[in-house]
T-cell receptor, first 115, second 115 residues
Framework: DAGVIQSPRHEVTEMGQEVTLRCKPI?????LFWYRQTMMRGLELLIY????????DSGMPEDRFSAKMPNASFSTLKIQPSEPRDSAVYFC?????????????FGEGSRLTVL | GENVEQHPSTLSVQEGDSAVIKCTYS??????FPWYKQELGKGPQLIID?????GEKKDQRIAVTLNKTAKHFSLHITETQPEDSAVYFC??????????????FGKGTHLIIQP
C-alpha cells in the first residue's frame, strides 16, 4: 500500500485566499484524523471521522475551518479565508477499525504558509 | 481533557549512549500510551506503545516504562545510533485505539545523536 497520501505537499498563499488540503487514507482504514503541527502548540487534533462521519470536531479552531469526507477514500480540509496564523504543517492520519488497533498512520503532511 | 507534558524539549547525547524522554499525563483514566518518531519532512510513525496493564515493554534497543500511580511514562533508547536522531512524541488516550478523543500528544523532544 502507498500509505496515506496528502496533497499538496507545500502551499503558499496570501491572506484571505481559500486553501484546500486533500487526503487519501489507507484503503480499508475506517478512521481518519486531521492534525495541525506548529512549534508553539505541537500536534493538535482538529477533527476525526469514523466511517466517513465526523465524530469530534472540537479541535477545529474556528468557523473558517471545515472538513469533509465524502467517501472512504477521500477527505478535505478547507480554510476560508486563510490567515497568517494558520501557517503550519497539516497532517492527515488513518487507522484501521476492528477490535483493537491503536496505530495511526500519518501522511507526509501539507506545509501551509499564509503571507 | 487530557494534558500531556513532555521533557526535555531537546536532548543531545553521544552516539552509543542512552537517551531517556519523560512524559506525564493528567487524566487517570488514560490507559494507552504510544510513542511516535518523526523524521525530518515526514509524518510521525509509531515505534512502541504500552497499555496500562503493563509496567514495561521492550523492543530491541527501545523500551517504555509506565508508572500509573505517578501518571508518568518514559521512553528509553539504548546504544543510540545516528538514525535515532529525530523528534519523538509521547501520547496518551483513554481507549486503546484512541477512542472518541483521538490521541493527545506531548510537544515533542528533538533527539540529537552526536557522532
Amino acid at each position: 500500500d502507498a500509505g496515506v497520501i496528502q496533497s499538496p505537499r507545500h502551499e503558499v498563499t496570501e491572506m484571505g485566499q481559500e486553501v484546500t488540503l486533500r487526503c487519501k487514507p489507507i484503503s480499508g482504514h475506517n478512521s481518519l484524523f486531521w492534525y495541525r503541527q506548529t512549534m508553539m502548540r505541537g500536534l493538535e487534533l482538529l477533527i476525526y471521522f469514523n466511517n466517513n462521519v465526523p465524530i469530534d470536531d472540537s479541535g477545529m479552531p474556528e468557523d473558517r475551518f471545515s472538513a469533509k469526507m465524502p467517501n472512504a477514500s477521500f477527505s478535505t480540509l478547507k480554510i476560508q479565508p486563510s490567515e497568517p496564523r494558520d501557517s503550519a504543517v497539516y497532517f492527515c492520519a488513518s487507522r484501521a477499525g476492528g477490535t483493537y488497533t491503536g496505530e495511526l498512520f500519518f501522511g507526509e503532511g501539507s506545509r501551509l504558509t499564509v503571507l | 481533557g487530557e494534558n500531556v507534558e513532555q521533557h526535555p524539549s531537546t536532548l543531545s547525547v553521544q552516539e552509543g549512549d542512552s537517551a531517556v524522554i519523560k512524559c506525564t499525563y493528567s487524566d487517570s483514566a488514560s490507559n494507552y500510551f504510544p510513542w511516535y518518531k518523526q523524521e525530518l519532512g515526514k509524518g510521525p510513525q509509531l515505534i512502541i506503545d504500552i497499555r496500562s496493564n503493563v509496567g514495561e515493554k521492550k523492543d530491541q534497543r527501545i523500551a517504555v516504562t509506565l508508572n500509573k500511580t505517578a501518571k508518568h511514562f518514559s521512553l528509553h533508547i539504548t546504544e543510540t545510533q545516528p538514525e535515532d536522531s529525530a523528534v519523538y512524541f509521547c501520547a496518551a488516550s483513554i481507549a486503546p485505539g484512541g477512542g472518541a478523543d483521538g490521541l493527545t500528544f506531548g510537544k515533542g523532544t528533538h533527539l540529537i545523536i552526536q557522532p
